[in-house]
Nanobody
Framework: QVQLVESGGGLVQPGGSLRLSCAAS????????MSWYRQAPGKERELVAA????????NYADSVKGRFTISRDNAKNTVILQMNSLKPEDTAVYYC??????????????WGQGTQVIVSS
């Protein structure tokens, strides 16, 4: 069974930090790029951060650059989103996402169930 299980969400004050974790199982984690998406109420789901399968390259949404860091540990099948200097506009459900293309170009992708982040005083 493929699973992506997020943890670490919660309620924090503006300026605070949270560390989100995603534990993967049921697929070859090291073959997959990993991403964090978020969706705020009434908004479209948006890409927050992405990391290549070997961890050699990362991308971030402009809104989180300098504040969030994505990392992965392929030996532990985990991906992390370290969120610092949190703002109320970071409030959203955060989702872990895995994707890869096979030799024929077929997409293999999986979504986690999401974890809630609320930034409020």
């Amino acid at each position: 069974q493929v699973q992506l299980v997020e943890s670490g969400g919660g309620l924090v004050q503006p300026g605070g930090s949270l560390r989100l974790s995603c534990a993967a199982s049921g697929f070859t984690f090291s073959h997959y790029a990993m991403s964090w998406y978020r969706q705020a109420p009434g908004k479209e789901r948006e890409l927050v951060a992405a990391i290549t399968s070997a961890g050699g390259s990362t991308n971030y949404a402009d809104s989180v650059k300098g504040r969030f860091t994505i990392s992965r540990d392929n030996a532990k099948n985990t991906v992390i989103l370290q969120m610092n200097s949190l703002k109320p506009e970071d409030t959203a459900v955060y989702y872990c996402y895995a994707d890869a293309r096979d030799a024929w170009g077929r997409l293999h992708d999986y979504w986690g169930q999401g974890t809630q982040v609320i930034v409020s005083s």
